[in-house]
């Protein structure tokens, strides 16, 4: 809340530093000006008298006369625009040191006044999180994510050996944004369960760099390496680490990440856009000439493929989900859209999962170990799931009243299987 606090300030600030200096300017008489006029018209007029005189036009008596009265209203112009001129310069002077002074004083409070009806402060504390419901479920009520957080650490203070529990606690505290609680809850998962569990170990080094304003340079490094050692082809451990390398400074190391890690994205829309905004970024830094050299020494697509594979059987999931055209009037394309596998023998939480919205129907969507919501519970563990595929209109998880879905199975996770799946139920 305090940095966010810091940044409306400092923008309100830099705004009234354009405005406020131009409206305290004292303005410029324009005295000087209208006087040059008025002498510039007399002047003429009278070099006209004196050539009328010259001409016999009019005699010397009413040259003088005409030259008289040219004196006299000359002498009154003048003095007239001094007296105005000085009136106006007086009033704005007042009126400009008042503006500055309502300025900085409104700008602020009315920036406060309309963020206080459309946005939302809590939103920038993680009280909006902690505040969210979590529904009624068997043998409980309703309560918020705070509430159910200060009942899972009392569980764990009696259950310190509850790896589940550490694993669900960093986790919340992750969606809290207290990242120093999720990293210290994450130390106490990885005690129990050691240090060769990647979605652990990614987790953990997560909570380290957040802690530290996203920097993956400093604690989280060391843990990103241990993983990279495990996983070097992880998506995860390629774009922390293309990261890592791209703050240190050494662009065409992290370019050979992201690069190899670009091609795993197809599936994720959004994500292939932010890398390929990271991509960009970092090959304006090296220029064409170096990135063209660094591609060109960069294995093939199926030399990485073959890689891969040699760490043994590949627990995958292809999935093409469409809808049933008669169902698409009953849609709206801002629906999540849930789609993962479950084992058929075991616990009931999915073992991956992918979340997109009804808009991005058809999908193309491949699930893997990296999709696990836990360490102990993903595809390669359980060799036949079925998998499903949900249009909620809660936007919560499970088949609720009124959502589409589809479901199927048995599928082996071993066998590669390409599955299509048609949304045509409706709860």
Known sequence: MISFILSVIALVVLALLFVVPVLLRKNQPMTEDYDDYNVAIARDRLKELKQQRDDGEISEEIFQQLHDELETTLAIDLGTNRDAETTKVSGNVARNRFIPLLMVIAVPLLAVLIYAQIGNFDAATGKLVANTSIPAGE???????AEAVAKLEQRLQEQPENAEGWFMLARTYMRLQQYQKSAEAYEKLIALVGENEIQVMLGYADALAMNEGGQLTGAALPV???????DPHNPTVLWMVGTAESQRGNFRQALTYWYELRPMLGEEPQALAQLNQLIRGVEKQLGDDLVAELKAELPQPEEQAATADDNGPLAEITLTVDLDPSLRDSVNAADTLFIYAKAIDGPPMPLAAVKLTAADLPALVTLNDGM???????????????????????????????????EHGPVNVFDREHVSLLIEKVK
């Not at 043998?139 to 994510?145: D, H, K, L, P, Q």
């Not at 519970?377 to 909620?392: C, D, E």
């Open 139 to 145: 043998g409980r009520g309703e309560m918020t994510i």
């Open 224 to 230: 990103v390496e241990k993983v990279q050692a495990m």
């Open 372 to 406: 696990a919501m836990m360490p102990e519970m993903r595809l390669s563990k359980f060799q036949m799931v079925n998998v499903t595929a949900v249009i909620s209109k809660s936007s919560r998880p499970g088949i609720q009243p009124g959502d589409l879905y589809v």
